[in-house]
């Protein structure tokens, strides 16, 4: 079994490297044949979805999943426990995201990001949430969804944080459904603390545990879609925390 973790490491990480590295150059062609816009066409997000789903398979990741993802333009609200969240969330449907602007600055997984229709936002300053809601009111206009962490936060997974109200503002705007997605990660049966990614722990050496093990389980529950007529953010960004905490609870329980 010493012998065995390593040589696992050894071939999972060499696979995501080359993975990783396919990406890159496909990314390249596609922003020189179609555009700047690529990712939002069908085939687009096809690809986008495709390299997403094989990122994870390399990793051994197991994705259950209960319903299903609004084919439209929806605003999908998560409760985020690791940065797996977002391969997890994408494997699933070709979903665009929001993520801090610092990301974007990160070699390699920077340059992924900023070229398949991320939003970038700066967390912590009042002056940006409005920036931040025009950005995702336009992006919003666009075929596909996108997905948001409302708890501006990752978590242990053991309890769902109070949801920031400020971007729900975007939907209400646009009259855009809400869809609560709920995610969970477990290990025989309870929370799994490994796949979590949190306080001050390491991307690189989180990410070893979680290559260096059988498999990785996750849950992933799409919710009912909410309505925003007639709500405010405040009640809209409640109403999508309790669908997160009532899914977790009945279905997916630690």
Same mark, same amino acid.
């Given at each position: ?5 390593? @040589? $696992? ?8 490297? $080359? ?6 150059? $496909? ?10 816009? =690529?990712?939002? *066409? ?7 979805? =495709? =390299? ?11 994705? *259950?999943?209960? +319903? ?15 940065? $797996? #969240? ?19 600055? =990160?070699?390699?997984? +920077? ?12 967390? +912590? ?10 950005? @995702? ?8 969804? &996108? ?6 936060? *990752? ?10 109200? +400020? ?5 209400? #705007? ?50 009912? @879609?909410? #309505? ?19 899914? @977790?609870?009945?279905? &997916?329980?630690?």
């Amino acid at each position: 079994m010493a012998q065995f973790v390593p @040589l $696992l490491v050894i071939y999972r990480a060499s696979r995501l490297l $080359l993975h990783i590295g396919i990406g890159v150059g $496909l990314l390249g062609v596609l922003v020189i044949t179609h555009g700047g816009q =690529w990712h939002t *066409t069908q085939r687009g997000m096809r690809i986008y979805q =495709w =390299w997403m789903g094989r990122a994870c398979s390399i990793i051994a990741i197991r994705i *259950t999943q209960y +319903g299903k993802a609004h084919r439209r333009t929806a605003l999908h609200a998560a409760n985020h426990i690791s940065f $797996l #969240d977002i391969p997890v969330i994408a494997a699933t449907t070709p979903a665009r995201f929001l993520s801090k602007h610092s990301i974007r600055y =990160w070699p390699v997984i +920077g340059f992924l990001t900023a070229n398949t229709g991320t939003v970038f936002i700066h967390r +912590g300053k009042r002056s940006a949430v409005q920036h931040t809601r025009n950005k @995702l009111v336009k992006a919003l206009s666009s075929p596909r969804p &996108i997905v948001f962490f409302p708890e501006a936060t *990752t978590t242990s997974g053991e309890n769902v944080q109070k949801f920031h109200t +400020g971007l729900f503002q975007s939907a209400i #705007d646009t009259q855009t459904p809400v869809q609560p997605v709920a995610i969970r990660y477990l290990q025989a049966g309870k929370l799994d603390r490994a796949a979590a990614y949190i306080d001050k722990d390491n991307f690189l050496v989180t990410l070893l545990k979680i290559i260096s093990r059988p498999h990785t389980e996750v849950h992933l529950a799409y919710c009912p @879609l909410i #309505d925003p007529a007639s709500l405010s953010r405040h009640e809209l960004a409640e109403l999508s925390r309790e669908s997160i905490i009532y899914t @977790l609870n009945q279905y &997916i329980p630690a």
